[in-house]
């Protein structure tokens, strides 16, 4: 056949799929499923896609929905180690460059975590060195942000969350509001780099593609308050050594942190420890809604 038909038979068929959409009453769905359509078209010609590849592909989605459930989100993962997520984090940056930069939801976030008392323990038996975080929440005009809801979730010293351990435990998770003074503190652990989940089929497509699967050491911070930007961001150890290479491309230098290590003894709450002890302060800037 020649080359001139082929390439009418193929743009033929992607005409006809981006045509089928044309009466889809809402136009942003309509923009968005017409132009996934042309670039995923484009994709497989661009490759010359075999059918046994279109088979493969469909397999590994189909393998990672069967993996995803309400403790893990395998698409979230796919979509974080392909710089998806990052990617449509960044188009949808705040405006404003003094607030504080957001990065990757991650898989392992969970609804309904523990509410935690100002200055609490969020590690409820997480493996780790106690850690003693505090900061201060303001808007971008520097006034304190009171009342704000801050959701924490972290990974214990050897790399794993809580829902990946067998059980219905919360650890190294928990739920805070700020004070009158946009105030906040809790407990917890010293975060430890890890491995993204290593049994499933993302980590099939790390290692056939020659990627690191690490992970610098880093917090999870969700925070919400009336009238601001909700803010999804970490905070990542300073010297960790997969800062360069992290499997999701989350990190940001305004993230960076250094985490303090102090010897056993009395912590700013009035606590004795017998066992070395870390901090770490990370103040928030939320951006107002415009």
Request: glycine share 10%; with cysteine.
């Amino acid at each position: 056949m020649a080359v001139g038909e082929q390439e009418k038979r193929e743009r033929a068929v992607t005409d006809a799929a981006v045509a089928s959409f044309d009466e889809t009453k809402d136009e942003r769905l309509r923009e968005i499923v017409q132009s996934l359509t042309r670039h995923l078209h484009a994709f497989a010609r661009d490759v010359r896609l075999t059918q046994e590849e279109w088979e493969a592909g469909i397999g590994f989605l189909t393998r990672v929905g069967h993996i995803t459930d309400d403790k893990r989100q395998e698409f979230i993962l796919l979509s974080d180690v392909l710089g998806l997520s990052m990617l449509t984090v960044g188009i949808n940056a705040p405006a404003e460059p003094r607030a504080t930069e957001s990065t990757v939801f991650g898989p392992f976030f969970v609804e309904g975590a523990p509410e935690v008392a100002l200055g609490g323990d969020i590690s409820r038996g997480a493996k780790g060195m106690p850690c003693w975080v505090t900061g201060t929440i303001r808007d971008t005009a520097g006034n304190p942000v009171a009342d704000a809801r801050i959701e924490v979730w972290e990974a214990d010293e050897d790399g794993f969350y809580d829902v990946q351990y067998d059980g219905d435990r919360s650890a190294g998770r928990g739920r805070l509001r700020s004070d009158g003074d946009g105030g906040y503190r809790f407990w917890s652990v010293r975060p430890a780099a890890y491995p993204i989940p290593t049994d499933g089929p993302v980590s099939e497509l790390m290692a056939a593609t020659d990627r690191s699967v690490m992970r610098p050491a880093h917090v999870h911070f969700k925070v919400d308050a009336p009238g601001h930007r909700t803010l999804i961001t970490h905070i990542f150890a300073a010297g960790d050594p997969y800062l360069d290479s992290d499997a999701v491309f989350g990190v940001k230098e305004s993230l960076i942190v250094e985490f303090a290590e102090h010897r056993p003894g009395t912590a700013p709450d009035g606590r004795v420890l017998d066992t070395a002890w870390s901090s770490v302060e990370f103040d928030i800037v939320l951006e107002p809604l415009s």
